[in-house]
Each structure stands twice: as structure tokens, then as C-alpha cells.
């Protein structure tokens, strides 16, 4: 067993001046029966490493944005220039050109965007616009998918309050509440009876098109993504698609384009960023117009667009477009996924496991997960185990099982025989 003398005694004092110890309520170790959060202190290329000096290998990925690793060279190349050049005007600048001009070329749907400090504000913003656009009321979600913590959103949030055991947040009152309509994902029957009682007050349907908080759940078929679009159409009202996760993970773009569907707003973030705060909303022009100056619906921010982000996102774009980046991440992520299979079997561990790309979740159960329900009916107790016993081996995964691996673009193919290794072990011991 690892030692943690100084991630307790750090935890301790961050217990004292910081809520729970911790900046977001996810990195707490809650939902894997509780314990001291490892607090580290640098990363390097794929491994991180912790304040008792223990080394491992990084999956977590910071929840996701960290696809080029931890102080990849393009990466601190572009914070350092940025930072000479001062990191915040409060003007207008060449770099937020040019980083929605990228955007906007991997994502020809962006016809206008506008970048804001973090996925919430992105998708609370595009509600709004819906809203203003339709001149209607409500939204509607899928059931256990998180958009962050705007206060709407928290209704039905799944794997963010879920993960803590709330269903849903305290201080969100009824009448938000009375605005938002759940139903399960993966289910176009179900949507469709939703809409006939709710259409005409419905403004918006948001979707992950590709689920990444009860874990990765990839729509049921080809068809789906587009169903979805055709019956909130049909009931006149907008689709918004939460690519916080999927922009840019699976390849270089949307995952809309996976599927060749065509949502009227996007909500990004998390990987657009390098690595700093980012958040962007975007889509149809006609739409987007609705909003300030341009529009009535209302929209600011005094860091929203800041050169730091711009430059560092635009780096991290830079290097996703070189070849055979997004194959790597995913031939990576299935040598993993293979040998996880392989090693549950030889122990008679029940696993199911769901990947898209570089990204994968381990569930505990032999059921197939395809909604919120089949993710929370996996063994949570059996994933508490799998966890510790991973970190115990240096291997860092997310402590929730509602969680995804993410393999990065500078994992090593040394990376992942050391993982196979502790594989045999680990599934040894549940
Ligand atoms: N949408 C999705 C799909 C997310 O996964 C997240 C964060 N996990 C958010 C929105 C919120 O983003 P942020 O944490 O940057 O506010």
C-alpha cells in the first residue's frame, strides 16, 4: 500500500478552510465509501504525481479536458506567450477571432459562437437563447445526464449530485423544477409521448449526444440522434447538444458529425480549452442572434474570451489535427478494454464495458447499459473496491462509477501494459 502521510495531512488542513476539503464535490472520495482524496502536486506528459511523492498513471484526465496530457510542450509554449503578452484586456482581440474561426471550420454548424468560463455557463446560456428564440418555457433533459450546476440543470443531474447520493439539488426551487421534464435516453417511444403532452410549452431538447456522466453510453442506434432532432422539430422546439465532453474527443470535431446530424446549438468546453477555463456556445445563426448586443437575450462575462484560454485552446487544437492521434486513443483504449474483459473473466468478475474512442466506462454487472437506470443498477460496492485497489497500484481513475477512462493522446503503449499488469491483480482480488 501506497503512502499518504502528506495527502491526509494536506487534506485535513484543506478541510478547515476549504468546504469539504475540496473545490468540486466529485473529487471527494464519497461515492467509494469515503477516505482522503489523493492530492497531488504535478503531471507530466501521461502520470501525475502526488504530494508523498507516489507516481501513477492518469485516466481521470481532470474529467476530461487533459487529451494531450499534463504540461504537454505545445501547451505551456502557448500559456507562456500568452502571459507575456498579458492575460486580459477586456477587449476585443485577434485570438478569440481566430479560435472561433477554428472552431467554426471543424464545426461548420458553430455559425456564430461566443466563448464563455465553463460548461455550465455554455449550457445555461444556450437554454436561455432557446427560450428567447421559442418564447417558450420548459426543457427538456434526459434522465441522469449532467450539464452543470445552473440551477435548472440540477434537476435529474445524475452523475454530479448522484455521484454524492442527492438526487437532486436543495435551493433549486419548484417552479425551475416545474420547467424541466426528464426522460430516459435511448428511448424515441418515450420522447415522443413526452413531447405530445409538453411539445407546444418545450423550447429546447438537450441532449449528450454520446452520454459521458453515467458513464460513456453511446446512442442506441445510428438512427437515434436523429430521431431525437426530428420529433423535438416536429413540436417546434430548438435541439441543443452537450458537447462539453464529446467535442473533440473521438475525433476532431463534433460528435454530431459522427452520427450526420445537425443540432440548432451546441454547448462546448472542457477539451477546447488546453487545459484552462473555457466554456462556448454556438450554432445557427438566426438563433444565436437573439443574444446581446445583437438580441434581447442577455449574456456577459469579464474573463469570456481571455487571450490565455484562446491561445491555449487554439495550441491544443493544433496538435489534435496531426494524424493518427484519435486512432492511437482508441486502439489504447481497446487493448484496455480487451484485457479488462480478459482479466474479469480468468476471476469471474461480472463486467460490462462501454466504449467510444479513447474513452470507456467498467461497469459492475453483466446487464448492457444504455440509460441512467442501467447505470445506477451496476454494483457500486464492487467499483469502491476496484478503484481503491487501482490507486493502491498507481493507477488513477475518476472515484465514481458513473465515470469514464479517458486515454490521452501521450499515453504509452508502456502505459498500458503496466495497466493490463495490475488488470490481473486487481480482478484477482474483488
Ligand atoms: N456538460 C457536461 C456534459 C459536462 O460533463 C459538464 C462537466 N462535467 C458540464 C456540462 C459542466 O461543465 P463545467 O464543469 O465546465 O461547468
Same mark, same amino acid.
Given at each position: ?42 503531471? +507530466? ?37 500568452? /502571459? ?5 484586456? *477586456? ?30 455557463? &455554455? ?19 434526459? &434522465? ?12 435529474? %443531474? ?68 436523429? +430521431? ?70 442577455? +449574456? ?14 487554439? /495550441? ?7 494524424? *493518427? ?7 489504447? &483504449?481497446?487493448?484496455?478494454?480487451? %484485457? ?41 460496492? +464492487? ?20 465515470? %469514464? ?26
Amino acid at each position: 500500500v501506497l503512502d499518504r502521510t502528506q495527502s491526509k495531512l494536506w487534506f485535513e488542513r484543506a478541510q478547515a478552510v476549504i468546504l469539504g476539503g475540496v473545490n468540486s464535490p466529485s473529487r471527494s472520495y464519497k461515492s467509494v465509501g469515503g477516505g482522503t482524496p489523493t492530492v497531488m502536486v504535478r503531471g +507530466q506528459g501521461s502520470h501525475m504525481y502526488d504530494v508523498d511523492g507516489n507516481e501513477y498513471i492518469d485516466y481521470l484526465a481532470a474529467y476530461g479536458p487533459s487529451i494531450l496530457g499534463h504540461a504537454h510542450p505545445a501547451i505551456t509554449e502557448a500559456i507562456a506567450q500568452a /502571459a507575456v503578452d498579458g492575460v486580459l484586456y *477586456g477587449t476585443p482581440t485577434p485570438s478569440e477571432v481566430l479560435f472561433a474561426e477554428k472552431l467554426r471550420q471543424a464545426i461548420p454548424d458553430l455559425e456564430r459562437i461566443r466563448f464563455v468560463n465553463s460548461g455550465t455557463e &455554455a449550457v445555461m446560456t444556450t437554454i436561455r437563447v432557446a427560450r428567447a428564440y421559442t418564447g417558450r418555457r420548459k426543457v427538456l433533459k434526459f &434522465a441522469g445526464c449532467y450539464h452543470g450546476h445552473s440551477d435548472a440543470m440540477l434537476v435529474a %443531474a445524475g452523475s454530479g449530485p448522484s455521484s454524492i447520493g442527492v438526487p437532486d439539488s436543495a435551493g433549486v426551487t419548484a417552479n425551475i423544477a416545474s420547467e424541466v421534464i426528464t426522460v430516459p435516453f435511448n428511448d424515441p417511444d418515450i420522447l415522443a409521448k413526452a413531447l405530445e403532452v409538453h411539445g407546444t410549452d418545450v423550447a429546447a431538447v438537450l441532449v449528450e449526444p454520446i452520454v459521458g456522466n453515467f458513464g460513456i453510453v453511446p446512442p442506441r442506434d445510428d438512427r437515434y440522434l436523429g +430521431q431525437v432532432i426530428d420529433l423535438a422539430h416536429q413540436h417546434g422546439a430548438l435541439v441543443i447538444f452537450d458537447e462539453v465532453i464529446t467535442a473533440f474527443r473521438f475525433h476532431y470535431g463534433s460528435a454530431a458529425q459522427m452520427y450526420d446530424v445537425h443540432p440548432d446549438l451546441y454547448a462546448l468546453g472542457k477539451i477546447i480549452g488546453g487545459g484552462l477555463p473555457i466554456g462556448a456556445y454556438g450554432g445557427r445563426k438566426d438563433i444565436m442572434e437573439q443574444v446581446a448586443p445583437l438580441g434581447p437575450a442577455y +449574456q456577459a462575462g469579464t474573463m469570456a474570451g481571455n487571450p490565455l484560454s484562446m491561445r491555449t485552446g487554439m /495550441a491544443c487544437l493544433d496538435v489534435l489535427q496531426e494524424p *493518427g492521434i484519435y486512432d492511437d486513443m482508441a486502439r489504447r &483504449a481497446q487493448v484496455l478494454t480487451e %484485457a479488462a474483459h480478459e482479466a474479469a473473466k480468468r476471476h469471474g468478475v461480472s463486467i460490462t464495458i462501454n466504449r467510444m474512442g479513447g474513452a470507456f466506462t467498467i461497469y459492475f454487472g453483466s446487464h448492457p447499459v444504455r440509460n441512467y437506470d442501467d447505470a445506477n443498477a451496476t454494483d457500486s460496492d +464492487q467499483f469502491a473496491r476496484f478503484f481503491h485497489l487501482l490507486a493502491d497500484r498507481n493507477i488513477l481513475i475518476a472515484p465514481s462509477k458513473y465515470e %469514464a477512462w479517458f486515454v490521452s493522446a501521450v499515453h504509452t503503449d508502456e502505459d498500458i501494459e503496466r495497466t493490463v499488469a495490475v488488470y490481473d491483480e486487481v480482478f484477482k482480488e474483488l
